[in-house]
DNA sequence: AAATAACATCGTAATATTGCAATATATAGT
DNA sequence: ACTATATATTGCAATATTACGATGTTATTT
């Protein structure tokens, strides 16, 4: 087996469960911390400031933009990524409707 | 090779990553999404209601517990998983930190 | 004390993820 | 055209996750 059964949820709660599955990794998250403090980002200074193989960086920026998290310019012979604000705050609301849906009046 | 290097990330990373990762999975989004709309809740509603053998309920609810989401208390002979409210207000300021901390005006 | 009920844990098969070397691609400068 | 630079893709080995049957544990009921 090993295969999440996402038949058996609803789109939200998979698409909910894959942005938060893209953002559970810490060099992902230190990609976006790196990214949103700078104005513009270009890779090979990823790779200098985490500390993984130029591969890996790649791999993990192709899944940023899986979730339209990051957007990608090419800025002469390299590339710019940045944060996709509206995709950004988008995904902020959804999380903070996902949290405060919660009653907390239990037990 | 398959393991994520953690010692090359800080603390504050590998907690979001490690709290983002726990939720990354439909299963779990449902399980917190049954449990707030309900004010007590016990391992074998959740077995109906999300359609998943026992044991690998079991499993996600521990996975909720290892990052403190839930608490779990012993109700006669079966259990009552309750959200952490104190825990879950928490990660909720985080993760707003986390997304506000976003310089929004690259590119 | 035996049977039942409600989880939890173990073991294991199937699949997914992580990381990187090697290689491919694309652009800039010479 | 050739070379250098920057990033993407491929292929693969190591490890992690998912799911579940079988079994263990603990508390209730009879």
Redesign the interface.
């Given at each position: 087996m090993g295969i999440?059964?996402?038949q058996?949820?609803?789109d939200k709660?998979?698409d909910?469960?894959?942005?938060?599955?893209?953002?559970?990794?810490?060099?992902?998250?230190?990609i976006?911390?790196y990214?949103?403090?700078?104005?513009?980002?270009v890779c090979s200074d990823l790779v200098d400031e985490?500390?993984?193989a130029q591969a890996t960086i790649s791999q993990h920026l192709k899944e940023l933009k899986s979730i339209n998290l990051l957007?990608g310019?090419i800025d002469g012979k390299s590339m710019?990524y940045?944060?996709n604000?509206e995709r950004?705050s988008e995904?902020?609301e959804q999380?903070?409707a996902?949290?405060n849906?919660?009653?907390?009046?239990?037990?």
């Open positions: 999440t059964k996402t058996i949820f609803t709660q998979n909910l469960a894959q942005f938060f599955k893209v953002l559970g990794h810490p060099a992902r998250v230190a976006l911390q990214i949103s403090s700078q104005n513009a980002c985490i500390g993984l957007k310019e710019c940045c944060i604000v950004w995904i902020q999380l903070n996902f949290f849906n919660a009653k907390l009046n239990c037990c």
